[in-house]
């Protein structure tokens, strides 16, 4: 048995289109007992061995009413209110002058759909002249039903789409040039992200966003592997990123990393990997989406003396940073502001998670009585000091936090806070942080992880000090781990 990630439509002639298999092979020599409720809960090699070719290919197809868990569902409503009389129209066929025949590609199966050209004609990739009388469409077998779904969605603008016909649907709509089903597919995408832990299916995700031109996934994609970017730096996959992939994730601000040093590291590592395969050029282009002023000053000095391969082919390039690192290091923000305004990502902070910037609160199991809170013996409160900002000049002056996380209305109460969901998250600040309020704000990140596993599947930033956490409902799909979370808190300073 076999499951292949991705099928791609390929164009045999003007009136005839293929879906053949191609792409990775992520399950192969599977063995399964029966009782498994998903496909990994099998035995297999292991996620991408294999040995076979994609003439091996096999599709699964579930009858009607029968619930798999975790095949989720929603419905795509792009009508224009004739929805109901269109629909009758396609499914009864009355009045129909073109054929559309869908075959197998084993050409074991084949089914004839009878459609109005003129409603085909909307869509110009279809190539449809007032001359077409039909239209051939070969499929897989496992794409294969979902064909006639497609061609309903043409005359309706609505359809149910679940991750078993997302990615038919997906390619149909590319290839058809039906974009907004396209993009609205691709947000379904998005359940399966975290679902790879290798990020081998993310990369490949985000590939065929980019060929597809399928702009939001890509960007859900992107922003996953922005979220989990210490942990793609340090798996295998990271010397295997494209450079268009790189640089546009070395231009995100939403990048968790433990700071921007630890990012050029990584930088420097995988363009010492990828060795000529990246020319001169776009080694520079990416080295200036680093953020050399917000590296801590003791860092700037020691890459002075680096003999990396960047600071080594860009030297004048690697030595303008650093020199602009220790001007932002030593002078005022109001000094240099009016020379950076054309480069103002350049003291934006990503989300940096080093010790000196962040805290954990693993304990989230337990409602705590009110004497502990007097006690301080709750664990979901943790109290812990930053330096107002970065840079050198305010690296002795500091700010108090105190991070909670509460789980009752009666915690909240008992802090003066109203609260309408559990559980949720306060982030305060007190002491001195006020008399830096009008130099700098504080953007703080909430970062949300399951403590079965280090995936990032949420981050969100602080209102008014608060952060509700999004239950499966606002959020649109399942959280991961619902009742199991590990908060992470984040100092985010910048100046304004």
């Not at 992520?26 to 409720?37: A, H, K, P, R, Y």
């Not at 868990?69 to 209110?81: A, H, I, K, P, R």
């Not at 105190?402 to 909240?412: D, K, P, R």
Request: charged fraction near 20%; include cysteine.
């Amino acid at each position: 048995m076999y499951l292949v990630w991705a099928l791609l439509f390929l164009p045999v002639s003007a009136q005839r289109w293929t879906l053949f298999g191609s792409g990775p092979i992520w399950l192969d020599d599977m063995n399964c007992s029966g009782s498994e409720s998903i496909l990994s809960e099998c035995c297999f090699k292991g996620w991408g061995v294999t040995d076979c070719t994609h003439t091996e290919d096999a599709g699964v197809t579930c009858d009607t009413g029968t619930n798999i868990t975790g095949d989720l569902q929603f419905s795509v409503d792009n009508s224009l209110g004739l929805s109901d009389d269109l629909g009758l129209l396609f499914d009864s066929g009355y009045g129909c002058d073109f054929s559309i025949n869908v075959r197998d590609l084993s050409e074991e199966a084949e089914f004839t759909i009878c459609a109005h050209s003129m409603i085909l004609m909307i869509y110009p990739e279809l190539n449809i002249t007032n001359e077409s009388r039909n239209l051939t469409v070969d499929v897989s077998q496992a794409c294969h039903r979902h064909v006639l779904t497609f061609f309903r969605y043409l005359y309706t603008r609505e359809i149910d789409v679940s991750i078993t016909s997302a990615q038919c649907l997906h390619q149909l709509s590319f290839i058809f040039g039906v974009k907004t089903l396209m993009e609205d597919v691709g947000r379904l995408f998005t359940s399966l992200i975290p679902e790879d832990n290798t990020f081998r299916t993310q990369l490949s995700m985000y590939e065929y966003g980019v060929r597809t031109g399928d702009l939001v996934l890509q960007e859900n994609v992107l922003q996953y592997l922005s979220w989990n970017c210490e942990f793609l730096i340090s798996s295998p996959l990271w010397s295997t990123i494209s450079f268009h992939m790189m640089d546009a994730l070395l231009q995100r601000s939403d990048l968790v990393v433990n700071d921007e040093a630890f990012l050029l590291e990584a930088l420097e590592r995988w363009i010492q990997d990828k060795g000529d395969e990246i020319s001169s050029e776009q080694q520079a282009s990416l080295l200036n989406h680093i953020r050399f002023l917000l590296i801590p000053v003791d860092k700037l000095y020691e890459m002075q003396f680096s003999s990396s391969v960047l600071h080594q082919n860009h030297e004048n390039l690697y030595l303008t940073g650093l020199l602009r690192g220790f001007q932002f290091n030593a002078l005022p923000f109001s000094k240099i502001r009016n020379k950076m305004d054309n480069i103002s990502n350049d003291y934006l902070p990503r989300i940096y998670t080093s010790d000196e910037w962040s805290v954990f609160i693993n304990d989230t199991t337990n409602n705590y009585p009110y004497y502990y809170y007097n006690y301080g013996q709750n664990n979901r409160i943790q109290t812990f000091s930053t330096p107002v900002h970065p840079s050198a000049l305010y690296k002795e002056k500091t700010v108090q936090w105190q991070a909670q996380v509460f789980l009752s209305a009666q915690e909240c109460s008992y802090y003066g806070v109203s609260c309408v969901s559990f559980p949720v998250a306060r982030f305060l600040a007190y002491g001195n942080q006020y008399s830096y309020a009008n130099t700098i704000r504080f953007s703080n990140r909430l970062i949300l992880t399951c403590k079965n596993q280090n995936n990032v599947f949420h981050v969100q930033e602080f209102k008014n000090d608060m952060a509700v956490i999004p239950n499966n409902s606002s959020m649109g799909l399942p959280n991961p781990c619902p009742d199991d979370y590990r908060f992470r808190f984040v100092v985010r300073p910048e100046y304004i």
